[in-house]
């Protein structure tokens, strides 16, 4: 099952990516798209919450979860062709980024303390 979560989550992910590519050529269509990624994302992402106990490993999932909604906002910007989508949307791409790269050294620190 968590093979088939990683697999989704990450081809909702690069759902999300050639959305934002693709906003210049097809700006009616791409807002659709966008949302079934986004809508994904935040499904998987919800549903798969931080394994550990550490307060900063928390923090950093919420990070995610920040990131999700500001990604929410991004495609309502999109939907209303509004020039502030690729601003919310980068601001959410910097918290997913930090979260992506520290959540897996906060869970390898926690299991070390374990030990």
């Not at 081809?11 to 079934?36: D, E, H, K, N, Q």
């Not at 601001?91 to 926690?110: D, N, Q, R, T």
Request: one cysteine or more; charged letters at 20%.
């Amino acid at each position: 099952m968590n093979k088939i979560k990683d697999t989704v989550f990450r081809i909702s992910g690069v759902i999300i990516l050639l959305a934002a590519a693709g906003y210049r050529f097809m700006p009616t269509v791409v807002p659709w798209i966008m949302g079934v990624g986004v809508i994904t994302f935040t499904v998987i992402t919800l549903l798969t919450p931080y394994p550990g106990k550490s307060n900063r490993g928390k923090r950093l999932y919420n990070f995610q979860l920040l990131s999700c909604a500001f990604m929410a906002v991004s495609t309502y910007f999109m939907f209303r062709q509004r020039n502030e989508w690729p601003m919310v949307m980068l601001i959410a791409m910097v918290f997913l980024f930090y979260s992506a790269l520290m959540l897996p050294k906060e869970l390898e620190k926690e299991k070390r303390e374990e030990q």
